[in-house]
């Protein structure tokens, strides 16, 4: 899952936008703006924050600095424990080609000192957004720690896994039938990265790269409807 791999697998997969997530940290987040844009895709900067609950969170930005100043901010709120390579895997930092220029000494996938309301307020002040990650999943998702979503959720948004589970949720969960929702892969190994099986039809006139990344931040913040929405 290097970023220019991630990349190439997102363009054989036929997909348009793809967003690079990593555990706490957007380091690779450049490399990989670099390398999609090399495969003619619409990159986007993010993180999956693990916030002090212990609750996985989407965070994705409209620009890549707004990504590199949250990452800032969640690396000063990190607990520090020394990463082990040989159980966890080598956290390197890459370029665009792949080369390393560097890894992360300390294990990514430890919560951060920040809970959930206050990961929605940072990344909304980056002028971002921030929504619980795969709600129908057991580990880690908003659901499986809490027991039920939010009654009063600052959340504008959620994340499914499978998409096929979305009426489901939506029944057993009144709360969440107003908010947008995203489903993604939520891949760690290539072979994970679905294709464009559920699709969002966001405005891109007149085209750009940041109009696309801006329609798609503005839908999960319930500020335009996606059209055709099934993912």
Known sequence: MTPANIAGMANL???NIVALTDHNTSKNCPAFFKAAKAHGLIPVAGMELTTSEDIHVVCLFRELEDAMEFDKFVEERRFRFPNDPEIFGHQQIMDETDNVLG??????????NISLEEAFEEVLRRGGV?????IDRPSNGVIAILGTFPVEPLFTAYE??????????????????PLAHAVSSDAHYLWDIS????????????????????????????????????G
């Open 13 to 15: 997969n036929g997909l």
């Open 103 to 112: 890894e992360e000494p300390d294990l990514l996938i430890n919560a951060a």
């Open 130 to 134: 921030a929504y619980p990650a795969h």
């Open 160 to 177: 499914l896994n499978d998409g096929i589970h979305n009426e489901e949720y939506r029944e057993r969960f009144p709360m969440i039938q």
């Open 195 to 230: 294709d464009a099986k559920f699709s969002l039809e966001l405005d891109d006139e007149p085209y750009s790269s940041s109009k696309v990344r801006n329609s798609l931040i503005d839908y999960l913040l319930g500020k335009t409807k996606g059209g055709a929405n099934n």
